[in-house]
Nanobody, 124 residues
Framework: QVQLVESGGGLVQAGGSLRLSCAAS????????MGWFRQPPGKEREFVAAISWYGGNTYYADSLKGRFTISRDNPKNTMYLQMNNLKPEDTAIYYC?????????????????WGQGTQVTVST
């Protein structure tokens, strides 16, 4: 059983940056592929980025490539999402999720463990 806690969300002006963290406890963090998802107001949850066990494989939603960077620090049991040049359309609740296998997935239905989410609001 893996418990996940997101942090780092907040209010930022358009063009600004935030770094989200996802702290894991329980289970074996390094044996989980990890992902970030987000849910904008009134919309479905959508894929943001994913990373394999040791970070050798990453994948991003096409619309976010070049602005968002996913990374993980296994000794610290923590995953990160660096978000740069934020836009109002990035406003959403951001969730981290864990998948107990090495190969990554863009489908939220495949992820087993989820955090409670952290709010990111980007103002104009």
């Amino acid at each position: 059983q893996v418990q996940l806690v997101e942090s780092g969300g907040g209010l930022v002006q358009a063009g600004g940056s935030l770094r989200l963290s996802c702290a894991a406890s329980g289970g074996t963090f390094s044996r989980n592929a990890m992902g970030w998802f987000r849910q904008p107001p009134g919309k479905e949850r959508e894929f943001v980025a994913a990373i394999s066990w040791y970070g050798g494989n990453t994948y991003y939603a096409d619309s976010l490539k070049g602005r968002f960077t996913i990374s993980r620090d296994n000794p610290k049991n923590t995953m990160y999402l660096q978000m740069n040049n934020l836009k109002p359309e990035d406003t959403a609740i951001y969730y981290c999720a864990a998948l107990p296998r090495n190969s990554i997935s863009t489908s939220p239905r495949e992820y087993v463990y989820w955090g409670q989410g952290t709010q990111v609001t980007v103002s104009t």
